[in-house]
């Protein structure tokens, strides 16, 4: 079985320009969690999607930042008018149920430049 | 507002000696503790968990210590090898789900062969 899959490993993006972040959980599981670590801190928690729908969003900024978890396809992170400050570390993970930390399997991650 | 702290940025140990992390949380709330371990260039993998109703949890080398009172826990790792070179974080959670996990800054851990 495949792992989280995330794309694209490194993304570099200017001020002001849009950046798309990908992820494809481990196949059969249907809960989605995003994560983004900034330099010198931990993994702080975005926004939970359980197939097309958010389920929790509370750790996501209120503006420019949008994720869906289509019926088809991967799940979306996505920062429009990217700025200086969300140059980060975003990790996806993905679970079979909600309560199941210990089969929560991360992806690589994607490392967002903003120049 | 850091509320799962590893105040040691990284760790050096010897081959076959004991390595300890260290991690103190400040949420009284929390009752589920977990181990993550990461190697560069991949995401985290789960190493080992504990919840608040005991004070130690074991699995081969590693051993997870929890001292509620002190609001603290530690990880074991005996004997250490080089394989065990990696980034370590800490996580906690007060609900179930992994929308309610609080995550150390991590440490790293060098074991030199």
């Known amino acids: 079985n495949a792992g989280v899959m995330q794309n694209p490993r490194h993304l570099v993006r200017r001020r002001g320009q849009e950046a798309r972040l990908r992820c494809s959980p481990v196949k059969g599981h249907s809960h989605v969690y995003w994560y983004r670590q900034l330099p010198e801190e931990g993994l702080k928690f975005m926004v939970y999607l359980q197939k097309e729908n958010i389920i929790d969003e509370s750790g996501m900024p209120k503006e420019r930042f949008s994720a869906e978890f289509p019926k088809e396809g991967p799940s979306i992170l996505r920062i429009q008018q990217v700025v200086r400050g969300d140059s980060a570390a975003y990790f996806c993970?993905?679970?079979?149920?909600?309560?199941?930390?210990?089969?929560?399997?991360f992806g690589s991650g994607t490392q967002l430049s903003v120049l | 507002d850091q509320q799962v702290k590893q105040n040691s940025p990284s760790l050096s140990v010897q081959e076959g000696r004991i390595s300890i992390l260290n991690c103190d949380y400040t949420?009284?709330?929390?009752?589920?503790f977990l181990w993550y371990k990461k190697y560069p260039a991949e995401g985290p993998t789960f190493l080992i968990s504990i919840s608040s109703i005991k004070d130690k949890n074991e699995d081969g080398r590693f051993t997870v210590f929890l001292n509620k009172s002190a609001k603290h826990l530690s990880l074991h790792i005996v004997p250490s090898q080089p394989g065990d070179s990696a980034v370590y974080f800490c996580?906690?959670?007060?609900?179930?789900?992994?929308?309610?996990?609080?995550f150390g800054t991590g440490t790293r851990l060098t074991v030199i062969p």
């Open positions: 993970a993905s679970s079979p149920t909600r309560q199941a930390n210990e089969k929560l399997f």
């Open positions: 996580a906690a959670s007060a609900l179930s789900g992994a929308n309610n996990l609080f």
């Open positions: 949420n009284s709330m929390f009752d589920y």
